[in-house]
């Protein structure tokens, strides 16, 4: 099994993941969402949780916020659930 990557560190991480969690659980009956759940389960939704927590953290590995954190990761996640 490969060993889990933290681009920017496990608590940057766990903090992204929490929120990639919470948007799912408020957006539970659209889209990829909704799809994920009905072909693979809970277990679905896990596994979606930290695949788009892992794409979005590798994808601004290194930067610093600026305040911008929640807005450029709600587009992130509305663009990943809209597929």
């Keep these: 099994m490969k060993e889990k990557q933290f681009p920017n560190g496990f608590t940057?991480?766990?903090?992204?993941?929490?929120?990639?969690?919470e948007f799912i659980t408020r957006n539970s009956d659209h889209s990829e969402i909704h799809r994920?759940?009905?072909?693979?389960?809970?277990?679905?939704?896990?596994?979606?949780?930290?695949?788009?927590?892992?794409e979005f953290e590798?994808?601004?590995?290194g930067r610093g916020w600026d305040g911008d954190y929640f807005d450029e990761l709600q587009d992130f996640l509305t663009e990943k659930n809209n597929l």
């Design 12 to 21: 940057n991480w766990m903090e992204t993941h929490h929120d990639v969690v």
């Design 36 to 54: 994920r759940r009905q072909l693979q389960g809970l277990g679905g939704l896990y596994e979606l949780a930290e695949e788009w927590t892992d």
């Design 58 to 61: 590798k994808l601004h590995q």
